[in-house]
């Protein structure tokens, strides 16, 4: 793989990590029971691909 190639997978990679900050219940884990926690990081990307699909689909 080309270096121009990671970078840009790291840059994907962290900008999910930035996206899935602004969600305030991720941010902090507040969960105790880990299947609940992965139900919320599940609905979070979830929820980020649809506005990013949404995003692409109106402009």
Same mark, same amino acid.
Request: hydrophobic share 40%; aromatic share 6%.
């Given at each position: 793989?080309?270096?121009?190639?990671?970078?840009?997978?790291?840059?994907?990679?962290?900008? $999910?990590?930035?996206?899935?900050?602004?969600?305030?219940?991720?941010?902090?884990?507040r969960?105790r029971? $880990? /299947?609940?926690? /992965?139900?919320?990081? $599940?609905?979070?990307?979830?929820?980020?691909?649809?506005?990013?699909?949404?995003? $692409?689909?109106?402009?």
């Amino acid at each position: 793989m080309h270096r121009e190639g990671i970078g840009k997978l790291r840059y994907v990679v962290e900008q $999910t990590f930035a996206l899935l900050h602004h969600l305030k219940r991720l941010a902090v884990r507040r969960e105790r029971r $880990t /299947d609940l926690h /992965d139900a919320f990081v $599940t609905l979070a990307c979830s929820l980020i691909c649809w506005r990013r699909l949404r995003k $692409t689909k109106n402009g």
